[in-house]
């Protein structure tokens, strides 16, 4: 008779035990849900292409950069001028390709933040709605035998 009334007590305190193991293993869950939610899944969903983007536009200013003083070394090594005509039509060419240069480069630069600044403002809000929606724990959890 004490083993049935033992093996009684000892089930009864392993439910207790399974219980709180399992409940313990949902708030675990929820937590990691959570750490999914606001670090793992925006940094992949919204900043990877953000950067992505950014690297490529700063890739081409500073790609485009070189090229044009390489361009530049090119044409003041290449073109030596003799007198004073050839001083005038050297520092005229440099300087027609230089307000050439800007010109394009501004244009490249508006086209560019009219390109990326309406889809980062709406990258901004799709990041703030996401962390607004996002709740802790993200399912209801409840403790076995009762709900909270």
Avoid: C
């Avoid at 793992?40 to 953000?50: K, Q």
């Avoid at 508006?110 to 993200?138: G, M, N, R």
């Amino acid at each position: 008779m004490p083993q049935i009334i033992l093996a009684i007590i000892i089930i009864y305190i392993a439910v207790w035990v399974l219980a709180a193991v399992f409940w313990v293993i949902l708030w675990i869950a929820a937590a990691v849900f959570w750490f999914w939610q606001v670090f793992l899944m925006p940094f992949f969903l919204y900043f990877t292409p953000a950067v992505f983007t950014l690297i490529v536009v700063a890739a081409i200013f500073w790609g485009s950069w070189i090229a044009i003083q390489n361009y530049f070394l090119s044409l003041k090594t290449n073109i030596n001028p003799a007198g004073l005509s050839e001083k005038l039509t050297r520092y005229y060419i440099i300087s027609t390709l230089t307000l050439f240069l800007a010109i394009i480069y501004l244009s490249l630069i508006l086209s560019s933040f009219v390109l990326i600044y309406p889809p980062s403002k709406q990258f901004v809000v799709h990041v703030v709605d996401h962390y607004e929606s996002i709740t802790f724990p993200a399912f209801r959890i409840y403790f076995p035998f009762w709900k909270t």
